[in-house]
Nanobody
Framework: QVQLVESGGGSVQAGGSLRLSCAAS????????MGWFRQAPGKEREGVAA????????YYENSVKGRFTISQDNDKNTVYLQMNSLKPEDTAMYYC????????????????????WGQGTLVTVSS
């Protein structure tokens, strides 16, 4: 019932910027949380950023703090991830997810419950 569609991925040089978008259907994003996850080759999936309670609370993985910003447009039912000062280590497949109950997991975080996942958008950062 819940569908998420990501867009905005691409290839960029180190230091550049990208903005990812996730449009939700069948789910009101302000009702719980929306998050961005990423998985790089040979690495475990990790939470990048999340926004909850209609934008009232945000969560970030440590390595992206100060560089990435998650936000949402409740009228458009869309969540965004503004990525600035991109580094090669940011290269990964980025996935949007709807969920609830963020909790620590290693140096990042996970949701206690997941309602839907997008199919992902690839971000490639070259040096």
């Amino acid at each position: 019932q819940v569908q998420l569609v990501e867009s905005g991925g691409g290839s960029v040089q180190a230091g550049g910027s990208l903005r990812l978008s996730c449009a939700a259907s069948g789910y009101t994003i302000s009702s719980a949380c929306m998050g961005w996850f990423r998985q790089a080759p040979g690495k475990e999936r990790e939470g990048v950023a999340a926004v909850c309670t209609g934008g009232g609370r945000t969560y970030y993985e440590n390595s992206v703090k100060g560089r990435f910003t998650i936000s949402q447009d409740n009228d458009k039912n869309t969540v965004y991830l503004q990525m600035n000062s991109l580094k090669p280590e940011d290269t990964a497949m980025y996935y949007c997810a709807a969920g609830s109950g963020p909790r620590p997991y290693g140096i990042s975080w996970v949701f206690d419950a997941y309602y839907a996942w997008g199919q992902g958008t690839l971000v490639t950062v070259s040096s």
